[in-house]
């Protein structure tokens, strides 16, 4: 679960409810017509502006917000560099025995392309566009969000010229102008909540999220060519790791530490054994 959009939109809300409640009363701010005009006129202007197939994709993407994981590049440099270790070994063909333990479809297809030795440029050349393709998929999603923080305030206001002209309609009764302006206000309201704590963050963590998941994918494609090129894997390990933050570095560094450790300790174990099964 991605906890930072979670507690965002329930902070945000606790704060517009506080806010309100501080010096006021929540059912002023509530008007069913209003939510209408509101959500159901921007949804719909939404609707004009893109295809049917991506609009049905709303509840998905928001979804994916939401469920997000974290990325961990270090933990894709980890299986690179060991990949890389087996590829010096046992060759590049060995490789092939590796994709059944791997969950990354992108990595998968890159080192398939090197098990049947296309030339590095062809690689490139073939996940670039892959990339791209990937690219243009999440801005989809971004778009939607962008046009629907758009067009909500702008229903808002529709929603407050259809108040004004109904509150002009009742000048005759001066008691009736303070609750029919207060209603007109509402939609206003309403846009701008819907477009500022919601789409538009919405929006900026999916454009995140793409450049994140683009970074390791780039990660990816220079660790499958180092090790087509057959380069150590020590300076493959160094190549990726300007991939990471400080933090991930340290992370991975610790990690890989452990795991340096492990296997010590593992061939000490098969030492001793070899020397317990001589005597």
């Known amino acids: 679960m991605d906890l930072a959009t979670i507690i965002g939109l329930i902070l945000g809300v606790i704060c517009v409810i506080w806010s309100i409640m501080l010096d006021g009363s929540l059912l002023s701010f509530w008007d069913f017509a209003s939510v209408i005009i509101t959500l159901g006129g921007g949804l719909c202007a939404t609707l004009v502006s893109c295809k049917i197939t991506e609009f049905a994709k709303i509840m998905k993407v928001t979804v994916k917000v939401l469920r997000g994981k974290e990325p961990r590049p270090q933990d894709t440099i980890r299986m690179l560099v060991e990949l890389s270790l087996k590829a010096r070994r046992e060759g590049l063909l060995s490789l092939e025995s590796e994709q059944e333990n791997i969950d990354n479809d992108f ?107 683009i970074q390791e994918k780039k990660m990816i494609i220079e660790g499958v060519l180092s090790i087509q090129a057959g380069e150590n894997p020590r300076i493959l390990e160094h190549k990726l790791k300007t991939f990471l933050s400080p933090k991930q570095k340290l992370e991975y560094d610790k990690m890989a530490n452990q795991a340096a450790e492990e296997r010590r300790s593992e061939r000490g174990e098969r030492s001793e054994k070899g020397r317990e099964a001589a005597v």
Not at 174 to 203: D, E, Q, R
Request: aromatic share 4%.
């Open 107 to 213: 990595l998968k297809q890159s080192l398939q392309l090197v098990v049947d030795g296309v030339e590095p440029e062809v690689i490139v050349d073939t996940m670039d566009l892959e990339l791209e393709n990937m690219k243009a998929r999440h801005d989809k999603g971004v778009s939607l969000f962008k046009t629907m923080a758009a067009q909500f305030p702008a229903w808002g206001m529709i929603g407050t010229l259809i108040g004004l002209i109904k509150l002009l309609e009742s000048l005759d009764d001066p008691s009736k102008i303070g609750s029919a302006m207060a209603v007109a206000l509402v939609t206003t309201f309403y846009g701008s909540i819907l477009a500022n704590l919601i789409c538009n963050p919405i929006a900026t963590k999916l454009a995140e999220k793409s450049k994140e998941e």
